[in-house]
């Protein structure tokens, strides 16, 4: 079913929810001003010296040229050092508090969640404001804008680093993934928000939780794959519709 709006039903199926496990992507940060990979809903895209995003987020390039991947971060951390939460952050955060069990995972790097209040995140492609070092694996804060130097050394070794996301080509974090699979199986109720879901295996996890038994809500301004087998598309913008879950007029 695709809806513009939340009505009176959908908001009692939310509010009888227990277990609610949501899993976020770039369009959950649109409405702050930040850049998405793929397009949809009138956003921007991500750019960088002319070069494809799957280009520059690879370990392809990281093992030969790790000084362009560094900038290609860099850039986008700049970016991201003025960008704020915006409604559909601060809507998830007060989510958390309501549900007998509630996961946030999200593919995004950007930090917003946390900055708007959510603490229990899944963050299956890293943190764009951390690095870890490459000769000794540890992972720190890295939150100069600009960097200092490139590549930031490592605080314990001294060591090379790396910006600690997940890039093209490489596995995601160990158990964080399993982690969120657990969370889509135990679910009633699973939001998919903002993701164009077509980047694995994050995609599969709206599947896992309808297969499962999850009741599946899609909110994005546009249908994606997942609008075929969501029991409810919200058609609209994050930040407009999530709020709507929690006023009490229709
Ligand atoms: P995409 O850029 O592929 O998709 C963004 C989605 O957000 C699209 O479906 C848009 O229609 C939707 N959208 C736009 N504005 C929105 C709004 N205001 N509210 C809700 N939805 C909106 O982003 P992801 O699927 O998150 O991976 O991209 C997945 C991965 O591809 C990223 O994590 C990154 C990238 O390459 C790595 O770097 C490994």
Not at 74 to 83: F, H, N, V, W
Not at 206 to 212: F, G, R
Request: net charge negative.
């Amino acid at each position: 079913m695709i809806l513009a709006r939340v009505d009176d039903q959908l908001r009692s199926i939310f509010d009888g929810a227990r277990r609610v496990a949501v899993l976020t992507g770039a369009g959950v940060s649109a409405e702050s001003g930040v850049p998405t990979f793929r397009g949809g809903g009138d956003t921007e895209v991500w750019t960088f010296r002319g070069k494809h995003i799957t280009e520059l987020s690879s370990a392809e390039l990281l093992a030969t040229d790790p000084k362009l991947v560094w900038e290609w971060f860099d850039y986008r951390r700049g970016m991201l050092a003025s960008i704020e939460p915006n409604a559909a952050h601060h809507a998830l955060a007060r989510w958390e508090e309501r549900f007998e069990s509630f996961t946030l995972v999200t593919q995004n790097i950007d930090d917003l969640h946390r900055a708007a209040g959510s603490q229990n995140i899944l963050e299956l492609h890293g943190n764009i404001w951390r690095a870890r070092c490459l000769r000794c694996a540890s992972a720190f804060e890295a939150r100069d804008c600009p960097l200092e130097q490139i590549p930031p050394l490592c605080f314990v070794c001294g060591g090379p680093s790396r910006p600690d996301v997940v890039l093209f080509g490489e596995m995601l974090p160990e158990g964080v993934f399993e982690r969120a699979e657990q969370s889509a199986a135990r679910a009633d109720l699973f939001f998919v928000i903002g993701p164009s879901a077509v980047v694995y295996p994050a995609a599969g996890l709206p599947i896992v939780a309808k297969q499962s038994g999850a009741r599946i809500i899609e909110v994005n301004p546009e249908q994606t794959d997942i609008s075929m087998f969501a029991d409810i598309t919200l058609l609209g913008k994050a930040g407009e519709i999530l709020p709507q879950f929690l006023s009490t007029r229709g």
